[in-house]
């Protein structure tokens, strides 16, 4: 049984992996934590039984520690994720980290050249690899069954609600993480994955945003909730994103599986705001949604903390106004790999829900898959028979695609063999180095020629 520290216990430090070790205490446990925020730290404490005097406000502070853990799983901020992941591994820790690995190539190999110095174990969470989809379109791959691969044209297809979210609003709003890479750097690893080879050649091409304060709507106030004249039309309402729920709703609206979720959704989408306002407390109490994207706004779980928090925070403000914002809107994305795959990546902040479309060529058939929310759908066709195949992939609830645990539990089972992960920090290089490039061509306007690296 392995036993690991978390560093950094927000959204994913608490509730994505080591809620394994919850539902099945035989995987593992989490012996301690570092998490600068009182109120997050104790929250993790209370969930996972940690002790006092194994919960720490600072990473230095749990590092210090004489080893106490197997693991270390890291999931700070995107800018801090090189120095507690270096002191981790020089610690002894085998380290789980989140992505992206690090803001620029240099850190990159930082990284990958400590865990071979350490001789530690270094994943990164590139859950998407793990996912229902996803591991069945490479074992379709792998088969042979449409041959050589020749293209592969995939989109990350980011709904206008969860753009607005994340990455005007959100952490990531400043392009000191990029976009591409902080969202994408996923698809990115996806690609390598299924194209078998590094890659040799980069050119991208970026939008700036249209959420600016030029393009702000006449007579809008600085905060939603304020009385904003455009409420009713405008689709980036606060209000009604995170009060109401509405964006996320009408996007789980459209889920076909599992059976008569799509239905309820859109059910639930009218009937809560008459619901909040019920007099019956119970009713109003299961109405109450605390888990994200609400999450990120107040840490306060009552209405008049969301209230507040859309007062006076960014997350209230008119998505117009937020100033500092300047993620592009959308990225487009060209590889020539060096075994011939040609390879086409959107991103896009657009969508009339969250979804990923992905196509695989080969000399023999072609693979088509979607992946929404919930629920995905494979088809491969053969060129010889012309038969079209729909290959079954279950639908998940994790939000990613049901990769979460089983690439937990593929690192933890690489610490039980002393193994590598599928997705070594190593492995992982690649993505990052494609975004880094990528970058480049969209600023500088010139094809990127990547080195030959070891892999």
Same mark, same amino acid.
């Given at each position: 049984?392995?036993?690991g520290?978390?560093i950094?216990a927000?959204?994913?430090?608490?509730?994505?992996y080591?809620?394994?070790?919850?539902?099945?205490?035989?995987?593992?446990?989490?012996?301690?934590?570092a998490?600068p925020?009182p109120?997050?730290?104790?929250? $993790?404490?209370?969930?996972?039984?940690?002790g006092?005097a194994?919960?720490?406000e600072?990473?230095q502070?749990?590092?210090d520690?004489?080893r106490?853990a197997d693991?270390?799983?890291?999931?700070?901020?995107d800018?801090?994720? %090189?120095?507690?992941t270096?002191?981790?591994?020089?610690?002894?820790?085998?380290?789980?980290?989140?992505?992206?690995?690090?803001?620029?190539?240099?850190?990159?190999?930082?990284l990958?050249?400590?865990?071979?110095?350490?001789g530690r174990?270094?994943?990164?969470?590139?859950?998407?690899?793990?996912s229902?989809l996803?591991?069945?379109?490479?074992? %379709?791959i792998?088969?042979g069954?449409?041959?050589?691969?020749?293209?592969?044209?995939?989109?990350?297809?980011?709904?206008?609600w969860?753009y607005?979210?994340s990455?005007v609003?959100?952490?990531?709003r400043?392009?000191?993480?990029?976009?591409?890479?902080?969202?994408?750097?996923?698809?990115?690893?996806?690609i390598?994955?299924?194209?078998?080879?590094?890659?040799a050649?980069?050119?991208s091409?970026?939008?700036?945003?249209?959420?600016?304060?030029a393009?702000a709507?006449?007579?809008?106030p600085?905060?939603?909730?304020?009385?904003c004249p455009?409420?009713?039309?405008?689709?980036?309402?606060?209000v009604?994103?995170?009060?109401?729920?509405a964006?996320?709703?009408?996007d789980?609206?459209?889920?076909?599986r599992?059976l008569?979720?799509?239905?309820?959704?859109?059910?639930?989408?009218?009937?809560?705001?008459w619901l909040?306002?019920?007099?019956?407390?119970p009713v109003?109490?299961?109405?109450?949604?605390?888990?994200w994207p609400?999450?990120?706004?107040?840490?306060?779980?009552?209405?008049?903390?969301?209230?507040?928090?859309?007062r006076?925070?960014r997350?209230g403000r008119?998505?117009?106004?937020?100033e500092?914002?300047?993620q592009?809107?959308s990225q487009?994305?060209?590889?020539? $790999?060096?075994?011939g795959?040609?390879a086409?990546?959107?991103l896009?902040?657009?969508?009339?829900?969250?979804?990923?479309y992905?196509?695989v060529d080969?000399?023999?058939?072609s693979?088509?898959?979607h992946?929404y929310?919930f629920?995905?759908?494979?088809a491969v066709?053969?060129?010889?028979s012309?038969?079209?195949?729909?290959?079954?992939v279950?639908?998940?609830?994790?939000g990613h695609?049901?990769?979460?645990?089983?690439m937990?539990?593929? $690192?933890?089972?690489?610490?039980e063999?002393?193994?590598?992960?599928?997705?070594s920090?190593r492995?992982?290089?690649?993505s990052?180095?494609?975004a $880094?490039?990528?970058?480049?061509?969209?600023?500088?306007?010139v %094809?990127v020629?990547?080195?030959d %690296?070891e892999?």
């Amino acid at each position: 049984m392995q036993s690991g520290v978390v560093i950094g216990a927000g959204d994913r430090g608490y509730d994505a992996y080591t809620t394994l070790f919850v539902d099945d205490p035989s995987a593992g446990r989490v012996v301690g934590v570092a998490e600068p925020d009182p109120g997050r730290r104790d929250r $993790f404490a209370r969930r996972y039984g940690v002790g006092g005097a194994r919960s720490f406000e600072t990473w230095q502070e749990l590092l210090d520690e004489p080893r106490m853990a197997d693991f270390a799983l890291i999931a700070t901020g995107d800018t801090q994720h %090189v120095e507690p992941t270096l002191a981790a591994l020089e610690a002894g820790y085998h380290v789980l980290l989140e992505k992206p690995m690090a803001l620029d190539d240099v850190d990159c190999l930082r990284l990958v050249e400590a865990a071979d110095r350490t001789g530690r174990i270094l994943a990164v969470c590139h859950v998407y690899r793990f996912s229902n989809l996803f591991h069945r379109l490479h074992e %379709v791959i792998s088969s042979g069954a449409i041959g050589d691969v020749v293209t592969i044209q995939q989109s990350e297809n980011v709904a206008y609600w969860h753009y607005a979210h994340s990455y005007v609003r959100g952490h990531t709003r400043n392009s000191r993480v990029p976009w591409l890479l902080q969202k994408s750097c996923h698809d990115l690893d996806l690609i390598v994955w299924m194209a078998g080879a590094p890659a040799a050649k980069v050119s991208s091409f970026l939008r700036p945003t249209q959420l600016t304060e030029a393009n702000a709507p006449d007579g809008a106030p600085l905060h939603c909730i304020e009385g904003c004249p455009h409420s009713a039309g405008c689709p980036y309402d606060a209000v009604s994103m995170y009060r109401d729920l509405a964006p996320l709703l009408a996007d789980v609206s459209m889920a076909r599986r599992p059976l008569g979720m799509g239905r309820g959704a859109a059910a639930l989408r009218h009937l809560r705001p008459w619901l909040q306002r019920m007099p019956v407390e119970p009713v109003r109490r299961r109405m109450e949604w605390w888990r994200w994207p609400v999450s990120a706004v107040t840490d306060d779980h009552t209405s008049q903390g969301l209230d507040t928090a859309l007062r006076t925070s960014r997350w209230g403000r008119c998505v117009y106004r937020i100033e500092d914002n300047d993620q592009p809107s959308s990225q487009v994305v060209s590889i020539s $790999f060096r075994n011939g795959v040609n390879a086409s990546f959107t991103l896009q902040s657009n969508s009339h829900r969250t979804m990923r479309y992905v196509r695989v060529d080969g000399t023999r058939g072609s693979a088509i898959g979607h992946l929404y929310a919930f629920d995905a759908d494979l088809a491969v066709a053969d060129h010889k028979s012309g038969r079209v195949r729909r290959i079954p992939v279950a639908p998940a609830f994790d939000g990613h695609g049901g990769g979460e645990r089983r690439m937990f539990r593929d $690192f933890l089972g690489a610490l039980e063999s002393d193994g590598t992960p599928l997705t070594s920090a190593r492995e992982s290089y690649e993505s990052h180095r494609i975004a $880094f490039a990528a970058m480049r061509s969209a600023s500088e306007g010139v %094809v990127v020629d990547l080195p030959d %690296v070891e892999h």
